[in-house]
């Protein structure tokens, strides 16, 4: 692997660590906006990079909270690099189809340890909403902040950005 993109990963992980000292209000503190970072190099480099900078980038985000929810962050950590894998090969045919995959996955499929180990209540009342939320912000940031960082990376490495 090329020293730049060995680079590249580490600020994208870099960027998903700050993204995930950006909370948002919730019962389990490791809700954050820790997903942007990962989700903009999943579309510009596949599946495997972006799942890669989401799988860890969402345990050191879960870190800065405390790590809450203890072994389950190993969990999500698995299921964070699924989905963007599969958000990733999404977003290759359909970009649309690939954000509302994402909104779904994100918010409706990766909780659902949760709902066997914590129970329907707590599942329901205080994780879905703020995760839905949270998950809706990280995709509208996507939406915005995409198209501007794929013209700077295609402006740099073809020689005209200076």
Same mark, same amino acid.
């Given at each position: 692997?090329?020293?730049?993109?060995? &680079?590249?990963?580490?600020?994208?992980? !870099?960027?998903?660590?700050?993204? *995930?000292? =950006?909370?948002?209000?919730?019962?389990?503190?490791?809700?954050?906006?820790?997903?942007?970072?990962?989700?903009?190099?999943?579309?510009?480099?596949?599946?495997?990079? *972006?799942?890669?900078?989401?799988?860890? *980038?969402?345990?050191?985000?879960?870190?800065?909270?405390? /790590?809450?929810?203890?072994?389950?962050?190993?969990?999500?950590?698995?299921?964070?690099?699924?989905?963007?894998?599969?958000? !990733?090969?999404?977003?290759?045919? &359909?970009?649309?189809? !690939?954000?509302? /995959?994402?909104?779904? !996955?994100?918010?409706?499929?990766?909780?659902?340890?949760?709902? /066997?180990?914590?129970?329907?209540?707590?599942?329901?009342?205080?994780?879905?909403?703020?995760?839905?939320?949270?998950?809706?912000? &990280? =995709?509208?940031?996507?939406? =915005?902040?995409?198209?501007? =960082? @794929?013209?700077?990376?295609?402006?740099? /490495?073809?020689?005209?950005? @200076?």
């Amino acid at each position: 692997m090329k020293t730049s993109r060995v &680079n590249l990963i580490a600020a994208f992980i !870099a960027l998903s660590v700050i993204g *995930g000292f =950006i909370k948002i209000p919730s019962p389990i503190s490791s809700i954050a906006l820790d997903s942007v970072a990962p989700l903009i190099a999943a579309s510009m480099f596949g599946g495997m990079i *972006g799942g890669f900078i989401g799988s860890i *980038g969402h345990l050191l985000s879960s870190l800065s909270g405390g /790590f809450p929810l203890g072994p389950f962050h190993f969990i999500i950590m698995i299921e964070m690099f699924c989905i963007l894998f599969i958000y !990733a090969l999404f977003y290759k045919t &359909n970009k649309w189809v !690939a954000f509302l /995959f994402f909104i779904g !996955a994100n918010t409706f499929l990766a909780p659902l340890p949760f709902l /066997f180990f914590h129970g329907p209540i707590i599942f329901i009342f205080s994780l879905l909403p703020s995760l839905g939320i949270a998950t809706v912000v &990280n =995709i509208i940031l996507v939406i =915005i902040l995409l198209p501007k =960082i @794929q013209w700077i990376y295609s402006h740099r /490495f073809s020689g005209t950005f @200076q």
